[in-house]
């Protein structure tokens, strides 16, 4: 066999000829000592490339300040907050509760002065906020299936209505 | 009696399967996993940092998009690199040009780098900084069809029918393309007096 071109040399030595073929130059490769050298070249050759083209140190810390992954560790943190509400209707609760408790203290107020029997008029809208508020919870519910998104806004409204009703705020900045 | 040995999991094969079921965060593992091989891929066909990293980006975000069409049985890395592979000559169709770099802004940064690199790790400078340069050069000057057969081939070390999956190309046509890849890097290199043997 006569010495093979380059190209077929290259693919011999990519593994890409038919198996006849790459036997036929491996065993002449074996025997010519020029070939023997021309293969030594590719390889060395291919160590260059192969050892050039691989991403050094300064490229890998290029890389690794990029940080490519806190892209999605970021992203999962919305969708574990979508699943879990429940921190907002505390919130919310909070708020309510705390307006509620204004309001029943403010109409309270006014009854200290007569006497024993504010106790039970503070009793009666103790009861009153009470079923409110559970007609409210209850409500909630159904909005949140009602109403696409966040019903918390909706209730701390409601909130602020009902401390309107309870409290009259306005009664505190009447003159006359 | 000896049974069959355990098989090992696939990584990838999980962590895909966790990201079909919502966790959107398992999909960091196999952005950890194979990023080097994507951003590699991208830097060495782009032959620029910040467009590369915004190729590897794009070629992840794609491929969690498509995350319900791959075949679990098959490994993942091929098919991003395909992903990357076709980004990164989309990229440079899209450009218009054939990013070559000088020692002017990104490659003077690089090779600044290179240089603190190497003094922290003497491994890494075992190739000399300028037969890099030179080859990445080489390869820059490559056009792109021929640019990504040599990185698939010498950075990922595919074969010829590999790098056919990849881009699409007919194996045969695969085989012309690096032919004439090496062929052109040959000239250009040994025009600027770098060869094979400067390494042994």
Sequence with gaps: MTCPDDARLDYWLDEALAEAEAAAIAAHVADCPRCAVRRLTRLTEERLWQAALALDGAELAYLARANLAAAWRTAAAPAVAQGAPLAHWLAALAVFGGVAAYGAWSTALPAVGEGAGWLSRLGLVGIGLSWLLGQLWDAGSAIDLLVPGDPTLLLAAASFALWLFVARPWVLVRTD | ????????????????????????????????????????????????????????????????????SIDLD????????????????????????????????????????SLVAERADPAAGALAREQREAVQRALDALPPAYRAVAVLRYLHDLSYAEIADQTGLPTNTVGVYLLRARDQMRKALAAEGVSAHDLS
């Design chain 2, 1 to 68: 009696m000896q049974g069959a040995p355990p098989v090992l999991p696939d990584p990838d094969a999980q962590a895909i399967e966790r990201c079909r079921a919502g966790e959107v965060d398992a999909f960091a593992d196999v952005v950890e996993r194979h990023q080097a091989a994507v951003y590699g891929t991208a830097l060495r066909l782009l032959g620029d940092r910040e467009a590369a990293l915004e190729v590897a980006n794009t070629a992840f975000y794609k491929a969690y998009r498509a995350l319900d």
């Design chain 2, 74 to 113: 098959r490994p993942l890395r091929p098919w991003l690199l395909r992903i990357a592979t076709n980004e990164a000559l989309n990229h440079l169709r899209r450009e218009g040009r054939e990013a070559r770099q000088t020692l002017a802004g990104e490659a003077g940064r690089t090779a600044l780098e």
